[in-house]
């Protein structure tokens, strides 16, 4: 099992910007890939992007394209989303998971097995 942690989420008023961390502990050495996601009051959970482990590959959502970047560092184990630009909309629960089987599916389909306890973005209008 991977343990994750995140961290960085706070109030930020529309145009700020934030930057999410996830650090990833325990049986890492099996991680695939990994990914943020966010959940806001009243909606389901939606994936925000993703990261394959080794090459660095990425996805993105429509909706954060061109405003969020996701990166990784293998050797310290940890996960990173830069937030630019935030809008009111972007408010929600942020979590990070962890994929440990490769796959060949796209990245927006990629089923995660272990999952972080979330941290708060608020973004005021």
């Known amino acids: 099992q991977v343990q994750l942690v995140e961290s960085g989420g706070g109030l930020v008023q529309a145009g700020g910007s934030l930057r999410l961390s996830c650090a990833a502990s325990g049986r890492t050495f099996g991680i695939y890939a990994m990914g943020w996601f966010r959940q806001a009051p009243g909606k389901g959970r939606e994936l925000v992007a993703s990261i394959r482990w080794s090459e660095g590959g990425t996805y993105y959502a429509n909706s954060v394209k061109g405003r969020f970047t996701i990166s990784r560092d293998n050797a310290k184990n940890t996960m990173s989303l830069q937030m630019n630009s935030l809008k009111p909309e972007d408010t929600a629960v942020y979590y990070c998971?962890?994929?440990?089987?490769?796959?060949?599916?796209?990245?927006?389909?990629?089923?995660?097995?272990?999952w972080g306890q979330g941290t708060q973005v608020t973004v005021s209008s």
């Open positions: 998971a962890a994929k440990k089987s490769s796959t060949a599916v796209s990245p927006a389909r990629y089923q995660y097995d272990d």
